[in-house]
């Protein structure tokens, strides 16, 4: 007679018994081990760009390097060191709670304002091409008008988040930020640097239009603005003469007109595929500033269409990116502080490619992460770095 003893179970060794309340924290736990896709595509489209800065720097710089202090590669290991500098400013901006630039924001503006005065002064700053821009550190430049940029949005982005619930009072709305953008504004504008100038003031309304302040007021100052804006062009007489070029550049193509036609003609003649990285005739000192602020025409020359296409599709994902990381912020800081890094990073890029390609006057500002200028460059990337922080503390809170 057969046994009717119990047979041993056989369960499979790769299955186990599933606990109540465990299947759902599996999940969960799997889900906060992914890396957040938006931050990966932030960071991928910061250092493309970086990276495809670093190539046309070298290839838009070498033939005036060469002419000028006798290598081709100046420019280009500058640039490569500024670099490396910047990504470490990003990966400590993104390893820093975002809450400590809240604190942080008074000593930076203050630094920033001293460094400002600073630079007027004859015997510490440096002038070129007619304006006071520039700190010399022993073997390192400093522009601090490009960490003005950083230290103003971090500054409105702690006063308005504690004001968020009283922005209709247009007296709190404007003290004591106005003041402060406007001090900062003038010593910006005594370098001179009007583009500069104009970007933080695109800034502050960005600030303004996140934290919900009244369109009528965001309209009165947009117009005043933009009045005070053309009385500062109309007093200076190159600013003037670059609006009326800008209005019609072939009136004078051999003078005001020249920098504009000569971009446009780069831009226009690489095709669809560009002549070729490196083969490009517009940087034989035809386009002034082509490793600067109109490298994008040698982009265009050099890598046609297809290049341009691929670099306004990262500062797409990028502006993307900052956009989608501001609106799941955990607190209205961290939306204000992810807005106004982006918007700055996306108005810029907007400024130098309409200078670039005749559709704005040129501002003299560079492309984000892609022109040369050290300064520029890890002011970019440690704000890049904060929207890091931002970013994976909202994730984890998700």
Same mark, same amino acid.
């Given at each position: 007679?057969?046994?009717?003893?119990?047979?041993?179970?056989?369960?499979?060794?790769? $299955?186990?018994?599933?606990?109540?309340?465990?299947?759902?924290?599996?999940?969960?736990?799997?889900?906060?081990?992914? !890396?957040?896709?938006?931050?990966?595509?932030? @960071?991928?489209?910061?250092? #493309?760009?970086?990276?495809?800065?670093?190539?046309?720097?070298?290839?838009?710089?070498?033939?005036?390097?060469?002419?000028?202090?006798?290598?081709?590669? @100046?420019?280009?290991?500058?640039? %490569?060191?500024?670099?490396?500098?910047?990504?470490?400013?990003?990966?400590?901006?993104?390893?820093?709670?975002?809450?400590?630039?809240?604190?942080?924001?008074?000593?930076?503006?203050?630094?920033?304002? *001293?460094?400002? +005065?600073?630079?007027?002064? !004859?015997?510490?700053?440096?002038?070129?091409?007619?304006?006071?821009?520039?700190?010399?550190?022993?073997?390192?430049?400093?522009?601090?008008?490009?960490?003005?940029?950083?230290?103003?949005?971090?500054?409105?982005?702690?006063?308005?988040?504690?004001?968020?619930?009283?922005?209709?009072?247009?007296?709190?709305?404007?003290?004591?930020? +106005?003041?402060?953008? #406007?001090?900062?504004?003038? $010593?910006?504008?005594?370098? &001179?640097? %009007?583009?500069?100038?104009?970007?933080?003031? #695109?800034?502050? =309304?960005?600030?303004?239009?996140?934290?919900?302040?009244?369109?009528?007021?965001?309209?009165?100052?947009? $117009?005043?603005?933009?009045?005070?804006?053309?009385?500062?062009?109309? @007093?200076?007489?190159?600013?003037?003469?670059?609006?009326?070029?800008?209005?019609?550049?072939?009136?004078? &193509?051999?003078?005001?007109?020249?920098?504009?036609?000569?971009?446009?003609?780069?831009?226009?003649?690489?095709?669809?595929?560009? %002549?070729?990285?490196? *083969?490009?005739?517009?940087?034989?000192?035809?386009?002034?500033?082509?490793?600067?602020?109109?490298?994008?025409?040698?982009?265009?020359?050099? @890598?046609?269409?297809?290049?341009? $296409?691929?670099?306004?599709?990262?500062?797409?994902?990028?502006?993307?990116?900052?956009?989608?990381?501001?609106?799941?912020? &955990?607190?209205? =800081?961290?939306?204000?502080?992810?807005?106004?890094?982006?918007?700055?990073?996306?108005?810029?890029?907007?400024?130098?490619?309409?200078?670039?390609?005749?559709? %704005?006057?040129?501002?003299?500002? !560079?492309?984000?992460?892609?022109?040369?200028?050290?300064?520029?460059?890890?002011?970019?990337?440690?704000?890049?770095?904060?929207?890091?922080?931002?970013?994976?503390?909202? *994730?984890?809170?998700?």
């Amino acid at each position: 007679m057969a046994s009717t003893a119990t047979a041993p179970s056989r369960r499979a060794p790769h $299955l186990r018994v599933v606990r109540p309340g465990e299947a759902a924290a599996r999940p969960a736990h799997r889900a906060a081990a992914r !890396p957040d896709a938006t931050i990966a595509v932030l @960071l991928l489209s910061t250092l #493309a760009l970086v990276l495809v800065g670093l190539v046309m720097v070298l290839s838009a710089s070498s033939v005036e390097a060469y002419t000028r202090y006798g290598s081709s590669f @100046l420019f280009f290991r500058r640039q %490569l060191v500024f670099a490396f500098v910047g990504t470490l400013g990003m990966m400590l901006a993104a390893r820093m709670s975002y809450r400590a630039w809240e604190r942080l924001c008074v000593p930076l503006l203050l630094l920033v304002a *001293a460094l400002l +005065v600073l630079v007027l002064h !004859p015997a510490a700053g440096t002038v070129a091409g007619g304006s006071a821009r520039w700190l010399e550190l022993g073997p390192v430049t400093v522009q601090p008008s490009e960490f003005a940029k950083l230290a103003v949005i971090t500054f409105g982005a702690a006063l308005l988040a504690r004001r968020w619930d009283r922005l209709h009072d247009l007296r709190l709305l404007v003290v004591p930020l +106005v003041p402060v953008v #406007a001090g900062l504004g003038l $010593l910006i504008m005594l370098q &001179p640097d %009007l583009g500069t100038a104009v970007i933080i003031v #695109a800034c502050v =309304f960005v600030l303004l239009f996140v934290a919900g302040a009244r369109m009528k007021h965001l309209l009165i100052g947009g $117009l005043g603005t933009a009045v005070l804006g053309l009385g500062l062009i109309r @007093l200076e007489g190159y600013r003037w003469t670059r609006f009326v070029s800008f209005l019609d550049p072939w009136a004078d &193509p051999q003078g005001s007109g020249y920098q504009v036609i000569q971009s446009l003609i780069g831009l226009t003649s690489g095709g669809p595929l560009g %002549l070729g990285l490196g *083969a490009g005739r517009q940087k034989w000192l035809y386009v002034p500033n082509a490793h600067t602020d109109f490298i994008f025409s040698i982009i265009g020359e050099e @890598l046609g269409l297809l290049g341009m $296409l691929v670099v306004l599709a990262l500062f797409g994902a990028l502006v993307w990116a900052g956009t989608r990381i501001a609106m799941r912020a &955990p607190d209205s =800081f961290g939306r204000l502080l992810a807005a106004g890094i982006t918007g700055w990073i996306g108005v810029q890029a907007l400024v130098n490619l309409g200078a670039v390609t005749g559709m %704005l006057p040129i501002t003299g500002v !560079p492309l984000p992460l892609v022109s040369f200028g050290g300064s520029s460059l890890v002011a970019c990337m440690v704000g890049v770095g904060m929207l890091v922080s931002i970013g994976r503390r909202s *994730a984890r809170r998700r």
